[in-house]
């Protein structure tokens, strides 16, 4: 007794010595009690009082801390309790209880006689007060009994080389406001070094410039939803959200804040611009350096400042340099021709830093002997215009003769508005020669004959010198002066002849001096003379009698041509009495009475098959209600769909994400161009879409139970057969549709089926971008993309040819995976061995009690020649019939074939095992390996009854080997009939 009293207090020095090292705790753990934090006495209860001792000591940075030990090995029935003081719980529902402690080997104990133990029982009790020194054991839940990993001999005493255990376990849910923690001893030689209580958070953070506080998750089954708040100088783009694990880890970060104007995105926060820098969006872009030309002394600019004589355009973006008007025109010549003159320049020397000069040209008369002029008045041209000019050549015509003008040219850009004593000019002065004459305004018809025309006209006003010749132009009125006619009259007359009778003519006159031609006149119409009808009697009746001729041979025409049509229309409608018009629509023919699937990706513009097949959606007739998981595009959300006079109808919301590319909007509405022409009550109902407005949304009928595996597995072994059957049949019905329109599913699987809360199941997941699996062995990637290999038919993984057919094989699997309760098709097999066993002719053996006639008819959809796979037309017709014949159910599929075994392909016949150790042996083969390595179980009887927690234990913790390694107990129990098994 004596030798084992001191043994705790030698082993604590040495492990304090030893083993001891500064605590170092994760920023996501809130610590509600650290023994080794307290430097004086701790407190807790020990009962009885001779059992736990608290003693004193020093870690190796010789800071006092505070341990218990017990070592009463030698005594039997030992019941030793500490009890810590109350644990208020915050505002946390899970706990972790973290325990270091060393532990000696009772082998290392002489003479103890089996009265030693090498574990101790961890307990606690809730309450919602501290109850103080009262202590009852009977109050207290068991949470574990602690073992070590590592206990310590007497040899380890001297060679001081102990190792501290830790163990972790969790107590939850706590619901009351506090707890205490109690440490059973039943006969152990155990020293507890230290005891650290604490819970899990999701510690402050900055994501996406959004905040999201400390968050202790309160829910111990699920995530929490934080909403966070944008940094200072930011504002939301989208809501941003994560969620909070109950591990205390952040997950899904969904939306962002973007920073202000004038800030720039810094990780965490959004800080100003410096002096010199410029931001003018908001984004989390950097500031960018003021451009030449441009200055800001203070932080947080949204834009730069001109140095002085520099400008920007009011249309000019903020990030483009100051500029300023352009210097003036360069080398200005004229060239004067009577009264008209070409004014010519070269560009200016500086134009300012901008490309868009233009030139604008200013006339002023002036007055012979005095400096006064005034801007020219009457007709002066400009050629091609006075302002706005981009070539650096204008002609001035219609100038007065002999006169002054001065002429300023300037040259201005977008910003020259903004400088005026900064703006230039070019000028020049000139003076004007001899004018040509004025129009001709006045024109007479003196005589008309049938072929030709006499005129005479009126000297124009202002002749401006003598007047050489007239120019006469003339033309039919109904050739519109393509084709015509130029004479040269000396006088004020002309006669025009050669023309034809009963004609109508335009004309234009123009005079010419020897400064050139004068003004055209306006247009004046003339007519010529009809001739002259007259015919003799005897020509007369010739005539009419011609005429009436002509009449009716033109009416026995007519009539011919009616009588004509009449019978040929009677003939075409008696042939052909029931023809219907055929429709094409954007190059697809479709016969009336026939739903044909049409591929949206044939449209030259994707967005008119959306608009073909799919109702278009205002956004405020949908609700969202919560979101219920995360899509390849964005979010997945319940709501609610309320149309005009319609009730309102729960609906599943799927929503493209901000920042979307238009290859990514394109592939996500093609699910809505699939979904909108399917019209079946096992086809997932497509009700719209929201294309006009953000976000896009795809509306469809709202399943409550979601997706049929994990419904399956949620509610195992909670059917009928025949409700089973009635879900499957389901399928096959919604699939013998597709296949009946021409649309090949290629991704059928339970994960792909919906099921609501009639139980009726409908085909979804009708895009042509998948994420498949989160396990990365879930698609075998060949050139053409990526296939789900446990559910695709050899020929569509080899050759990618995917039909119906190969739609049947993969209903097999869905067929499976029904039967087992979602169980995963093919278990811990990789890809490739599931490519090469189906390929040596490996099927999936039958779930635990299956009926034979749905197994039969999976085999018959893993027919190898995708030819002798039934059509979905003839699956319904075998499942109406089975529904019909209940009975033909009861008859089991044997569990244990001989040939295809799932476990083992190359194992032998269960009845060749002669013993429990002999079939241990084989379970190497198992998926579970070396789970049974170190386990006792001494007979048949044991095996069967282990629990799903027990396999866990031992490493087994896929459902499909747990119970196959049941079933094969089983019938190796029934083989031996011997009692107990050796192992």
């Given at each position: 007794m004596g030798c084992t009293r001191f043994l705790p207090l030698l082993l604590l020095l040495i492990t304090l010595v030893c083993c001891a090292q500064p605590a170092v705790y994760p920023s996501n753990e809130v610590n509600l009690l650290d023994s080794k934090a307290s430097q004086g006495e701790l407190g807790w209860i020990s009962y009885p009082p001779h059992g736990w001792e608290e003693i004193s000591g020093v870690d190796e940075h010789y800071t006092p801390i505070r341990t218990f030990q017990v070592c009463n090995v030698m005594d039997y029935s030992q019941n030793n309790w500490l009890r810590t003081n109350w644990i208020p719980r915050k505002s946390a529902q899970k706990m972790y209880v973290e325990l270091k402690f060393t532990l000696r080997d009772c082998n290392s104990i002489p003479m103890v006689l089996g009265t030693c133990k090498?574990?101790?029982?961890?307990?606690?009790?809730?309450?919602?007060?501290?109850?103080?020194?009262?202590?009852?054991?009977?109050?207290?839940?068991?949470?574990?009994?602690?073992?070590?990993?590592?206990?310590?001999?007497?040899?380890?005493?001297?060679?001081?080389?102990?190792?501290?255990?830790?163990?972790?376990?969790?107590?939850?849910?706590?619901?009351?406001?506090?707890?205490?923690?109690?440490?059973q001893d039943v006969g152990a030689c155990v020293a507890l070094v230290s005891v650290r209580v604490y819970f899990k958070k999701c510690p402050f953070t900055v994501r996406n410039l959004a905040v999201f506080p400390d968050t202790v998750p309160m829910d111990t089954q699920s995530l929490v939803e934080v909403r966070g708040s944008c940094v200072n100088?930011?504002?939301?783009?989208?809501?941003?959200?994560?969620?909070?694990?109950?591990?205390?880890?952040?997950?899904?970060?969904?939306?962002?804040?973007?920073?202000?104007?004038?800030?720039?995105?810094?990780?965490?926060?959004?800080?100003?611009?410096?002096?010199?820098f410029y931001k003018a969006l908001s984004g989390n872009m950097k500031c960018s350096k003021c451009p030449p030309l441009s200055y800001t002394n203070q932080e947080g600019a949204v834009h730069c400042s001109c140095e002085k004589n520099y400008f920007r355009a009011e249309g000019d973006p903020v990030s483009m340099a100051c500029t300023r008007p352009p210097s003036a025109p360069r080398n200005v010549i004229s060239i004067i021709n009577e009264t008209s003159v070409i004014l010519d320049w070269s560009w200016p020397e500086d134009t300012g830093g901008r490309k868009d000069v233009t030139f604008n040209v200013l006339c002023k008369r002036c007055f012979i002997g005095s400096k006064q002029c005034e801007p020219c008045r009457g007709a002066v041209r400009f050629l091609p215009r006075a302002t706005g000019l981009t070539n650096t050549t204008v002609t001035v015509a219609d100038l007065l003769a002999h006169t002054n003008y001065t002429f300023e040219i300037e040259a201005q850009n977008s910003v020259s508005s903004l400088a005026h004593m900064l703006r230039q000019h070019a000028t020049v002065t000139i003076t004007t020669n001899q004018a040509a004459p004025s129009s001709v305004t006045v024109i007479r018809k003196d005589r008309t004959s049938r072929n030709s025309i006499s005129l005479s006209w009126l000297e124009p006003e202002s002749p401006n010198g003598i007047i050489l010749d007239y120019e006469v132009k003339y033309y039919e009125k109904q050739e519109q002066e393509t084709s015509y006619t130029i004479l040269r009259s000396k006088g004020t007359n002309v006669t025009l002849n050669g023309l034809k009778p009963d004609t109508r003519y335009l004309l234009q006159i123009r005079a010419r001096t020897a400064a050139g031609y004068g003004g055209t006149s306006r247009k004046f119409e003339f007519e010529t003379s009809p001739d002259s009808f007259s015919i003799s009697s005897e020509n007369s009746q010739v005539v009419l009698i011609a005429i009436a001729c002509a009449v009716a041979i033109i009416l026995l025409t007519i009539v011919l041509y009616i009588v004509i049509s009449r019978c040929c229309c009677g003939y075409s409608k008696s042939k052909h009495p029931d023809k219907k018009r055929l429709h094409f629509g954007n190059g697809h023919l479709r016969l009336p009475g026939i739903r044909t699937y049409v591929d949206p990706h044939t449209y030259e513009d994707p967005s008119q098959a959306v608009h073909e097949f799919a109702k278009e959606l205002d956004a405020s007739c949908i609700a969202i209600d919560k979101v219920v998981?995360?899509?390849?595009?964005?979010?997945?959300?319940?709501?609610?769909?309320?149309?005009?006079?319609?009730?309102?109808?729960?609906?599943?919301?799927?929503?493209?994400?901000?920042?979307?590319?238009?290859?990514?909007?394109?592939?996500?509405?093609?699910?809505?161009?699939?979904m909108g022409q399917f019209d079946h009550p096992n086809i997932i109902r497509l009700e719209g879409v929201v294309t006009r407005s953000k976000p896009v949304m795809i509306v469809t009928e709202y399943m409550e139970n979601g997706s049929l595996d994990s419904f399956l597995r949620k509610h195992d072994a909670q059917f009928t057969v025949i409700q089973l059957v009635g879900m499957l049949r389901g399928i096959a019905s919604g699939m013998k549709y597709l296949s009946d329109m021409g649309y090949v599913h290629r991704d059928l699987a339970a994960r792909n089926i919906l099921v609501n809360s009639n139980l009726v199941c409908k085909v979804s997941d009708f895009g042509l971008s998948r994420v498949l699996e989160d396990d990365p062995e879930a698609a075998y990637t060949t050139r053409g993309g990526k296939i789900p290999i446990r559910w695709t038919a050899p020929e569509a993984i080899a050759y990618r040819k995917f039909t119906s057919a190969s739609d049947v094989w993969s209903y097999g699997i869905v067929l499976w995976e029904v039967l087992s309760y979602g169980e995963r098709p093919y278990w811990e097999m990789s890809n490739q061995d599931v490519i090469k066993a189906v390929d040596e002719g490996y099927r999936l053996p039958p779930p635990m009690d299956c009926p034979a006639a749905l197994y039969q008819l999976m085999l018959d959809c893993w027919q190898k020649d995708r030819n002798n796979r039934p059509k979905f037309e003839q699956i319904v017709s075998i499942l109406d019939k089975l529904i019909r014949n209940p009975g033909s159910l009861k008859i089991t599929a044997s569990a244990s074939r001989p040939v295809n075994q799932l476990l083992d392909r190359n194992s032998t016949d269960i009845t060749s095992f002669s013993s429990m150790g002999h079939w241990l042996e084989s379970a190497r083969t198992l998926p579970c390996k070396e789970a049974f390595s170190g386990v006792s179980y001494s007979s048949c009887d044991t095996l069967p009854k282990t629990s799903a927690e027990e396999f866990k234990k031992v490493g087994v913790t896929i459902v499909g080997p747990q119970k196959k390694i049941v079933s094969s107990i089983k019938a190796l129990e029934t083989h031996t009939k011997n009692g107990p098994v050796p192992v």
């Open positions: 090498e574990t101790f029982n961890l307990h606690y009790l809730e309450t919602d007060e501290d109850q103080g020194d009262k202590f009852r054991e009977h109050q207290f839940s068991k949470i574990d009994t602690i073992a070590a990993d590592e206990s310590f001999t007497q040899t380890d005493l001297g060679d001081r080389i102990l190792k501290l255990n830790t163990e972790v376990r969790e107590v939850s849910p706590i619901t009351k406001k506090g707890f205490y923690l109690a440490f100088n930011s504002k939301e783009e989208e809501l941003p959200k994560m969620y909070c694990s109950t591990e205390g880890e952040w997950l899904v970060p969904i939306g962002k804040c973007l920073c202000n104007v004038g800030y720039e995105d810094r990780g965490v926060t959004c800080q100003a611009c410096r002096p010199g998981g995360a899509g390849e595009f964005g979010e997945v959300c319940s709501g609610r769909l309320k149309l005009p006079s319609k009730k309102e109808i729960g609906v599943a919301i799927k929503t493209l994400k901000a920042g979307y590319t238009e290859t990514q909007r394109r592939d996500f509405l093609s699910e809505a161009s699939i």
